[in-house]
């Protein structure tokens, strides 16, 4: 490490995801933080309710519980006072010769900085506070659920920290952006859209619980007082979350746009791609003759590299009038197509092909060339999804679909009241794959993306690769990369939420 040659560049904050998301971003790190606070809440109320051997024991664990979390909070904050102290040792170095023992001189200079110290000074006195309090409480309560306890606290405490730590955080951005922006005499006017916007979600929140809770009163005119009064949250919030769309438009297109696409592409593949998936195992589980050579024929595409079958695909959808897919369709007396060059969408093509004029740019849908991309991922998953229909195919006993064909069911009724449902676990775990594979697709989009598409192809995933490949903005495709993680997070949970109650074990 003497010769350390590593430079950081400057704390800029959240301009990162600002420059990208727009003043969505404080109103996401402001969420997050509020998330926080009323996780930590919910779980510590519970954790309240679950307690047993009375008050005093529950007031010295949860005083232990918030020692532990302000121990893993010191630690965090020693870490970050730390690391630009080491980082900073390649620009000391510079100039000079490296050698071993100037190297371990810098380290040691690193570790007694004044903040440093006393950053240790404060970790060292909780981990001292924690450690006897935990020691006294397993003397007085000796119970590995008293341990279990403690930690169970120090995790909700932590989160509240976490949660309250943001919300600082978050606000003191805020307040530099909105004083820089008065200073250098531009439109600080994020500050109260952002206000606005989260006054609307408060509202919003406020109408949903009344609206829940109004069935729950004792006579007609709570009722009806109750609705009144959720029908006016609900409108206020709505009107004061008017301001999103402005929001929005001051992030980086090209990011909304790589959004737009990924959602296209999630959308176009998915549905078709377990649709078929499913009606292909089923049709295959029959054991038919030659269901074990069509079985081998639906999985080579998944096997085959997928670079080399996007070439093939690349040159079978080209815009040349020799091209496979193009000299079928003149055979056929159809028009030949753009395919990948093509950057307009579908239903904007149709509108032309049938005189209905101009159509908007919303309505558009995916481009044609994304179309061909999202053609290919189906061709290629098909195949696996059918094996593992097929697995979830041969769990499923033989005996209840004979028994209720015994009883007059017919083969769709066989089908629908009894695989599909008990194929469920099967669809969950392919919608929750198929989910994450396409938010982080890239090789295959990467081969068959063209300039002429005018960029209608580029997922989210893309665009970070562009970001930091070509237009060398490291620190801007990072931030771009939590963005993804993030909502590939978010998605995942709605997906259990949705469907997570819905699966069907037998």
Request: no cysteine.
């Amino acid at each position: 490490l003497h010769k350390w040659r590593l430079k950081r560049g400057d704390v800029i904050g959240m301009e990162n995801y600002t420059n990208a998301l727009g003043p969505v971003a404080y109103l996401l790190v402001f969420g997050l933080g509020i998330g926080l606070l009323v996780l930590a809440f919910v779980r510590l109320r519970h954790s309240y309710k679950e307690s047993t051997g009375g008050a005093l024991r529950f007031g010295l664990l949860n005083l232990a519980g918030i020692l532990l979390a302000g121990v893993a909070l010191a630690f965090i904050r020693w870490t970050v006072v730390l690391l630009p102290n080491i980082l900073d040792i390649a620009d000391k170095i510079r100039g000079v010769e490296k050698t071993r023992d100037l190297f371990m001189q810098l380290l040691n200079d690193a570790f007694t900085v004044d903040a440093v110290l006393a950053a240790r000074a404060t970790m060292f006195w909780l981990i001292l506070g924690a450690g006897l309090l935990v020691v006294v409480t397993m003397f007085l309560w000796p119970s590995p659920k008293t341990l279990q306890q403690q930690l169970e606290l120090a995790a909700n405490w932590f989160l509240a920290g976490v949660g309250a730590i943001l919300l600082a955080y978050v606000y003191g951005q805020m307040m530099a952006a909105y004083n820089t922006a008065v200073q250098t005499g531009e439109d600080p006017g994020f500050l109260p859209q952002f206000v606005s916007i989260a006054t609307g979600l408060i509202l919003l929140f406020i109408g949903w619980k009344l609206w829940q809770r109004s069935a729950d009163q004792p006579s007609n005119l709570h009722f009806l007082l109750r609705l009144a009064a959720a029908t006016v949250f609900i409108i206020g919030g709505w009107i004061m979350i008017g301001e999103i769309p402005v929001v929005v438009a001051a992030g980086d297109p090209d990011l909304w746009v790589g959004l737009r696409a990924t959602l296209f592409y999630a959308l176009g593949t998915i549905p078709f791609q377990l649709g078929i998936s499913m009606f292909l195992a089923v049709l295959l589980f029959q054991n038919l003759r030659g269901s074990g050579l069509f079985r081998v024929m639906y999985f080579m595409p998944y096997v085959t590299p997928v670079v080399a079958s996007a070439a093939v695909f690349r040159q079978l959808f080209s815009n040349r009038l020799q091209a496979p897919v193009n000299a079928g369709m003149r055979l056929l007396g159809l028009e030949p197509l753009q395919w990948l060059w093509e950057p307009k969408g579908i239903f904007e093509l149709l509108a032309l092909k049938l005189g209905l004029g101009s159509w908007p740019d919303w309505a558009a849908g995916p481009s044609l060339a994304l179309v061909v991309i999202m053609t290919f991922s189906i061709w290629v998953f098909v195949g696996y999804d059918t094996v593992i229909y097929m697995a979830g195919l041969g769990n499923i006993p033989k005996e209840l679909g004979e028994a209720a064909e015994v009883d007059g069911a017919s083969r769709w009724q066989v089908f629908r009241h009894i695989t599909f449902p008990l194929l469920s676990p099967t669809t969950y775990f392919l919608t929750l794959i198929s989910v994450i594979g396409t938010f982080k697709a890239f090789n295959h989009i990467w081969v068959m993306r063209l300039d002429a598409a005018l960029g209608t192809t580029d997922t989210f995933s893309v665009v970070i690769f562009t970001e930091f490949f070509e237009k060398l903005r490291y620190g801007y495709a990072s931030a771009m990369a939590f963005i993804l993680f993030a909502i590939i997070l978010g998605l995942t949970f709605v997906n259990n939420k949705l469907q997570g109650s819905r699966v069907f074990y037998g």
